[in-house]
């Protein structure tokens, strides 16, 4: 006797279920004749007939009605076996990888750690940090489960809980024209010469560069890809940066000045993920709304 491919059963079963081979093709994305020289090829590795068919309908045999019944038990036990082996595969305790931007949630990231690791003793995380070149700190591809971000990303899905805002500064040479000003407006930092992150997908770039308040484009003369090499060059004189005010706290150095941007909103800083890793960050998203209300409350 012939081999009896699965595909065979389930053709035939479509069949045998939908009394229509159109209707049938349809359920399972081929094509009529496929599904028909399918039938056909099963019937002749069984030695029996399996569908009476005619011009207008299709209808199944005493053979074909008992061979519906063992193969669909057939189909459900082989169903039930694979999963059965790919939960014995899997571990028990996912490792749950957390990515987070370069420069973001400074303060926030040590101490969600801290209260994740305390609330879950025998969790596995692991962390990794991703430059300006990837804003989405491994999100777009797929290589975290979740990521510490500021936004804009441009991933439409994702689920976020947003964990702080920040003032927006103007990173500049400390002997610069306007590093003696308490404060500054967008329109006195346009016109400057301007540090950007490396091109990448979605409007995080542009966000940084302040492209929604210009006219034409922003006069980018360098790219860094972390902040160690932004404040160098901002240092050596080649231009400014804008950055959040959490960055100038932490990455202050010799030569460089940060002065806040009194007309601009806000940047946030969020912890992102994809829906279906839900489950896998769920506790996590819970600790970084308590850790977030405790550092609004200080």
């Known amino acids: 006797m012939q081999n009896v491919t699965l595909r065979q059963l389930e053709a035939f079963l479509a069949v045998a279920e939908e009394r229509h081979f159109g209707r049938a093709a349809e359920r399972l994305s081929v094509s009529a004749p496929w599904m028909s020289h399918t039938v056909r090829d099963l019937e ?44 014995m595969g899997t571990t028990p305790q996912q490792t749950l ?7 973001a949630g400074l303060e926030i990231v ?18 990794e940090e991703f ?31 947003e964990l702080a805002t920040e003032r927006l500064v ?12 308490d404060s500054l407006g967008v329109a006195d930092v346009l016109p400057e010469p301007i540090i950007a992150a490396p091109a990448s997908p979605g409007p ?8 929604d308040y210009r006219s ?20 050596t004189g080649v231009g400014l940066s804008i950055t959040s005010e959490a960055v100038g706290q932490w990455y202050k150095r010799p030569g460089v000045t940060f002065v806040p941007i009194r007309d601009l ?30 550092i609004a409350q200080t």
């Open 44 to 87: 002749r590795a069984l030695h029996v007939t399996l569908l009476s068919r005619t011009t207008r309908n299709v209808e199944v045999t005493p053979a074909g009605r008992v061979f519906a019944g063992l193969a669909s038990q057939v189909l459900t036990e082989l169903e039930s076996a694979i999963k059965t082996v790919r939960s």
């Open 216 to 235: 034409g484009p922003a006069p980018v003369v360098a790219e860094a890809p972390t902040l160690d090499a932004e404040t160098h060059l901002v240092s």
């Open 131 to 161: 430059d300006f070149t990837d804003p989405s700190a491994g999100l777009r591809d797929n290589l975290v489960n979740a990521a510490v971000v500021r936004p804009p990303l441009g991933l439409a899905g994702l689920v976020s809980v």
């Open 110 to 127: 040590p101490k969600l750690l801290r209260t994740y690791r305390e609330r879950q003793p025998s969790a596995a995380i692991e962390t």
């Open 265 to 294: 909103p806000p940047c946030s800083v969020a912890l992102a993920w994809w829906p279906q890793d839900t489950g896998l960050v769920a506790e996590l998203a819970a600790v970084a709304n308590e850790v977030r209300a405790r």
């Open 170 to 181: 103007a990173c500049l040479p400390e002997d610069h024209p306007l590093a003696a000003q």
């Open 97 to 103: 990888k957390l990515g987070y931007t370069i420069g």
């Open 204 to 211: 995080w770039r542009d966000y940084w560069i302040l492209t």
